[in-house]
């Protein structure tokens, strides 16, 4: 079952923070997160694993509640390079990696 | 590096024509994905594979099939096209975090 992200959308001015949500009805190895600008492939932001771990970008944090099977993630300070369409994709044991509905932001000056 | 490659860009389908799109990547990576994305939609999985010779539905997999012979290859074959399979279709390879292609946008007419 897909994962549900909220909010569906959000308008910042540069500087404001943001948080998106993302939870699952499985239990999950691991949640990913992307940003995606029109006419483009996904970018990678942030992989968190069962356990704990976490990799991904410097300026982005996020969150993983394993019992739960919910994540977050927090954008601070924002800029108007962080405009775009975020997901959550969530990965199963075994590689099934689906994604959220997305989430769409906008940064505005 | 290339990463992942596919082919063709663009392509124009007759309803009722076959394709296929090919995708290959040179990291050796053992799990592969295809995605289709609708205008403004998400990322829908239409199927997946963990390693050279196994394959696994995502979660539209009708109308589709796939073949896994090579770690490198993975291509997706649409048989019969409709005008509902009118999409971009991405391709991904995944080592902790999923290597995107450049994404194929497909019309069916």
């Known amino acids: 079952q897909q994962p549900v992200q909220s909010p569906q959308a959000v308008i910042l001015r540069e500087g404001e923070d943001a948080v998106i949500n993302c939870s699952s009805s499985k239990a999950l190895y691991s949640v990913h997160w992307y940003r995606q600008k029109h006419g483009e492939a996904p970018v990678f932001l942030m992989i968190l694993l069962k356990g704990g771990e976490q990799k991904g970008h410097d300026k982005i944090s996020a969150s993983f509640n394993e019992k739960k099977q919910q994540s977050s993630l927090y954008l601070t300070a924002s800029q108007l390079s962080y405009s775009g369409t975020y997901f959550c994709?969530?990965?199963?044991?075994?590689?099934?990696?689906?994604f959220g509905q997305g989430t769409e932001l906008s940064v505005k000056p | 590096n290339a990463g992942v490659t596919q082919t063709p860009k663009f392509r124009i389908l007759k309803i009722g024509q076959s394709m296929t799109l090919q995708c290959t990547q040179d990291?050796?990576?053992?799990?592969m994905y295809w995605y289709r994305q609708d205008p403004g939609m998400g990322l829908k999985l239409i199927y997946y594979s963990v390693g050279a010779g196994i394959t696994d539905k995502g979660e539209v997999p009708n109308g589709y099939n796939v073949s896994r012979s090579t770690t490198e290859d993975f291509p997706l074959r649409l048989e019969l096209a409709a005008p509902s399979q009118t999409s971009v279709y991405f391709c991904a390879s995944m080592y902790e975090k999923l290597f995107f292609g450049s994404g194929t946008q497909l019309s069916v007419l």
């Open positions: 994709g969530t990965e199963t044991p075994g590689g099934k990696l689906i």
């Open positions: 990291m050796n990576h053992n799990y």
